[in-house]
């Protein structure tokens, strides 16, 4: 009798996150990255499906970092694609610690998470499929101290 309260309480739980999940949200997704060393030879791979191509929409980099990580800032390469079209590369550089070397992120035990803008007001050309990559770009391969890296896309409110 008391598991079927314990598991009540966690599906009613569980529903109450579910229905608040905000409805501009097209894909909000983190990979865990093999034990912490993210190596530019495995990127974060995406498909993201646009059902309507009027809005514009936002396009962010979640991170998370240990402690441990030692550097102050990230490269990485952003590439997408759709289409058939050629895919595009941009690169970017995300600060993640001021000069004295406190963490810019919320920290979290010896975790730092970060959300970075890719693209703000980004319009897709046209409804499909989007493939979409983030590789580090970073000189140290792996690079070391990476818990986790994602992708969210979202209409830009």
Known sequence: MKNLKVFIIFTVIAA???ACADPNTLLDENKAIPNHNWAYT????YNVK????TP??????NLRVTGDY?????????????HGKKAQATRYEFKLA???GEWLGAGSGNLYSYRFV???GYKFPEKGIYHIEIEQNMRDNPLREVSDAG???EKAK
């Open 16 to 18: 109450v996150f579910s």
């Open 42 to 45: 495995d990127p974060l791979k």
């Open 50 to 53: 646009i059902d309507d191509a």
């Open 56 to 61: 514009l929409y936002n396009i962010y980099l």
């Open 70 to 82: 030692k550097y102050s800032n990230i490269f990485v390469i952003f590439r997408r694609a759709g």
């Open 98 to 100: 001021k000069p004295d």
């Open 118 to 120: 890719l693209l703000k």
């Open 151 to 153: 992708l969210c896309v």
